[in-house]
């Protein structure tokens, strides 16, 4: 029987943890650092890219991501070295995407081309906001301008750019949102991202927040409202989502990304990053220390990961729902039963179809556009015993 794995491919995540700043709406594991040893960050990735081939000999590689943090900080020889170590280790994909996440205050134009000498081919920009307001409310470095002009040079040395823009943000009307997205469809190559600001705990925000003091925050509705509009305005662009948050030109989708909604295996390298990998038929989590420090001395001796957790039948099943209906194209229910014996309540998914939150068409089950909309209570129905 085919490893389940293959149906949504192989990937790698490599995290840098430096930033320039922290957001205050942030809560990856970043940090502010004066002072970086570029060349033992290298050092310690080729490590522990050399650790984890081992575990998986004969692969065909998809993807690698570089996230953060601001990847865009490392020096572009790093970027170079792992990539060649990561050549020589797996055969790469014939469609194979290499991202690196750039924030538009640490970009120059020799430094991209750099990167796409290196073997990047596609570049995730945190531009945030279009206007110069928002973006220090953001705690953003870089201006709209700086922004529009960091833009420019990546669509110059890549022919992949997507961009983030955030959007319910405090005291945003419907209207400056909706002028805010045409301009940003208007710069779009292939892919954007569009997320609604959340306020979590343990954020500058979330602190702020806490005591009554993050003003001008969006109702409910008119978060639904700034929602359904942007899936609108992008599906008429030639955009449409096809993630909750994720929009693109058919064929431009993050292949990275894909592989953890389509619920693939994929090594996570770096501090705090988390990975999914099969061995000998059995799915194990696996989670590298967080803190830059204790994670750079570990991969001295190759003990950055705690220990793996094994994925029980059951849980590997939920995983695939929560992540897969996250998607347009939703999740084939023969792949579900092949990999745990649970099955779906029929009536409440019976009910679900009533409502017209989710759909079925043949083995695939989807959510519908009003289902995404609440799709956290939709899955939660969905699991319920």
């Known amino acids: 029987m085919t490893e389940d794995w293959r149906h949504g491919g192989f990937g790698l995540y490599i995290h840098w943890p430096y930033c320039e700043a922290k957001c205050p709406y942030c809560d990856f594991n970043s940090h502010v650092s004066q002072t970086i040893d570029q060349s033992a960050w290298a050092d310690a990735y080729l490590r522990e890219l050399d650790r ?65 000498e290196a073997g990047v081919n596609r570049v995730s920009m945190g531009i945030q906001a279009l206007n110069d307001a928002d973006l220090k409310r953001l705690g953003r470095l870089h201006s709209a301008a700086e922004a529009r002009a960091a833009f420019d040079i990546a669509r110059a040395c890549f022919d992949r ?6 959007y319910a943000r405090q005291d945003q009307t419907l209207e400056q949102w909706q002028s805010e997205l045409g301009e940003a469809l208007t710069m779009a190559i292939d892919h954007l991202s569009l997320y609604q600001l959340t306020i979590e705990p343990g954020t500058a925000f979330g602190a702020r927040d806490k005591i009554g003091k993050l003003r001008g925050l969006p109702t409910e509705d008119l978060g639904v409202d700034m929602y359904e509009l942007t899936q609108e305005l992008c599906e008429a662009a030639g955009m449409p989502a096809y993630e909750v948050s994720n929009h693109a030109q058919i064929g431009s989708e993050s292949r990275h990304n894909l592989i953890y909604w389509r619920h693939g295996d994929y090594l996570g390298i770096g501090p705090g990053a988390h990975g999914r990998l099969t061995l000998n038929g059995k799915r194990f989590a696996t989670e590298a220390y967080m803190l830059p420090d204790i994670w750079l001395r570990r991969a001295q001796i190759g003990t950055t990961e705690k220990p793996h957790e094994q994925i029980s039948a059951e849980d590997q099943a939920s995983e695939l729902l929560i992540m897969g209906l996250r998607l347009s194209e939703g999740v084939d229910l023969e792949r579900l039963g092949a990999l745990s014996p649970m099955s779906l309540n029929q009536e409440r998914l019976a009910n679900l179809i009533d409502l017209g939150l989710v759909e079925t068409e043949g083995r695939q089950l989807r959510a519908t556009p009003s289902g995404r909309i609440i799709l956290n209570s939709v899955i939660a129905e969905l699991l319920a015993p």
């Open 161 to 166: 750019v997507s961009f983030d823009l955030i």
């Open 52 to 116: 984890t081939a081992a575990l998986t000999p004969g692969r065909v590689l998809n993807s690698v991501f570089f996230g953060g943090g601001t990847p865009s900080l490392m020096n572009p020889d790093t970027v170079a070295r792992i990539m060649e170590r990561i050549g020589q280790h797996w055969t790469l994909a014939n469609d194979f995407e290499a991202t690196l996440e750039a924030n538009p205050s640490s970009v120059e134009a020799s430094r991209f081309r750099a990167y796409a």
